[in-house]
């Protein structure tokens, strides 16, 4: 007897909420999964058909073995299993919101297969974390270098060191979500995706972008720097516009989430 394949959406507990004209993709970022989009998702589901789904690496996945070492190296595997899982769910003309390192992935996959995507947003994204000599990424290869030792060899030290400081200090339920998030991926997971993301350039790729875009980025975020928006803004191939969220940290969806859910509203329509 042959056991049938699992669809790809299966593996990563795809699923829909609330219905609508319009459909919304949450994609999340490095470290966490789809639940931290649990304060945005009643509200968005009450006029939109949101869909929700967990990246391989994330520690809500059942199959460990779907996230492989050698195979997502670059963010290109990562936009080739959205477009897969997009073609299964049968979406298409979408608005995707990836947050952090799901923002370029979601650039990658409208370059190869435009019809899916209606609107893209970008959510405290980056193209490149280090800086260079006419680019300011936020930080120096020697703090990468630095940070990815520490994941290493430090990882639950780590963990909750960066919880504060990527997530609003003032808010300790969102920050325990956050660290919880990060040790369920594990160290192992997470070094290799470190890689993968703070030593990424894709400045190149954001040119070639043509569905309209929106930048939103946090006030005051440790990772993105403010700059970084207006350089999006203005490389972006198509239409592209910035809005800024007046808040502390890297996770709007957690610290801010009302604001993001009027922002949202106001690009989907």
């Not at 959205?82 to 952090?100: Q, R, Y």
């Not at 005051?220 to 928006?229: A, F, R, Y």
Request: net charge negative; charged share 20%; with cysteine.
């Amino acid at each position: 007897m042959v056991t049938p394949k699992k669809s790809l959406s299966t593996d990563l507990n795809a699923r829909r909420i609330g219905s609508g004209p319009e459909t919304i993709v949450l994609c999340h970022g490095f470290g966490t999964d789809q639940s931290i989009w649990n304060k945005v998702v009643p509200l968005l589901a009450e006029n939109y058909s949101v869909v929700l789904f967990d990246w391989p690496f994330s520690g809500a996945i059942t199959n460990k073995s779907l996230y492989s070492h050698s195979k997502y190296t670059s963010y290109e595997p990562y936009a080739d299993d959205l477009i897969t899982l997009m073609d299964e769910m049968d979406l298409n003309c979408i608005t995707f919101v990836g947050h952090s390192m799901s923002a370029m992935i979601g650039c990658i996959a409208s370059i190869k297969k435009p019809e899916l995507f209606k609107k893209i947003i970008l959510l405290c994204a980056s193209p490149r974390y280090i800086n260079t000599d006419d680019y300011i990424g936020g930080f120096e290869r020697s703090d990468i270098e630095n940070l990815i030792s520490t994941i290493n060899s430090q990882y639950e030290i780590w963990v909750s060191a960066y919880g504060p400081i990527a997530v609003d200090s003032n808010d300790a339920d969102s920050v325990e979500k956050f660290q919880k998030c990060l040790k369920n991926m594990g160290g192992e997971v997470a070094i290799s995706l470190a890689k993968t993301v703070f030593l990424s350039d894709y400045r190149d790729m954001v040119e070639n972008v043509e569905i309209p875009c929106t930048i939103i980025q946090s006030s005051n975020d440790v990772g993105v720097p403010l700059s970084i928006g207006h350089y999006l803004n203005e490389k972006i191939k198509g239409v592209s516009n910035l809005e800024f969220i007046d808040m502390i940290g890297h996770f709007p969806q957690l610290t801010a989430h009302i604001k993001l859910v009027e922002v949202l509203k106001g690009i989907v329509g």
